[in-house]
């Protein structure tokens, strides 16, 4: 990585290996909050599709369905909260990837917000932090 005046970046010092979004817990905690947010939004629009073809009619009068909607609210948004400002931070500070791909994951964070920040886990932070470590651990 460079900074902006074009000198390498460190990773191995403050920034780098000990920062908290390199750390292998915050990256299980990114991987569980990527999990449910793509289950929380699988959840939703399948309720949506079954509310439009018929198949779930009036189910605020079902307390088990209004049970299963309140956890799931309060599990998905602090970890949508969490992700989507991790990721923010990692793209910000740490991302390797070419401008033109920052720019598309950025313009993807406007418009998607949470669910590209699930994405952006998978495709970029893992692949980038998992061989970060992997370096850090064979020196």
């Known amino acids: 990585m460079q900074e902006l005046d074009g000198t390498p970046r460190n ?7 000990s920062h908290w979004l390199l750390r ?10 990527s999990i449910l947010v793509f289950a929380t939004w699988t959840f939703v629009y399948s309720l949506y599709f079954f509310h439009r073809i018929g198949w779930l009619v009036y189910p605020n009068n079902s307390q088990w369905f209004v049970t299963v909607c309140t956890a799931t609210a309060f599990l998905a948004v602090p970890s949508s909260l969490y992700l989507l400002v991790g990721m923010l931070w990692y793209w910000v500070k740490f991302d390797e990837s070419g401008r033109l791909v920052k720019v598309v994951w950025f313009l993807s964070f406007v418009v998607l917000a949470w669910l590209a920040a699930a994405a952006y886990y998978f495709i970029v ?3 980038q932090v998992t061989s970060k470590n992997r370096e850090a651990g064979s020196l």
């Open 11 to 17: 990773l191995s010092s403050s920034e780098g290996g």
């Open 24 to 33: 292998p817990p915050c990256a299980s905690l990114f991987f569980i909050s």
């Open 125 to 127: 932070y893992r692949r």
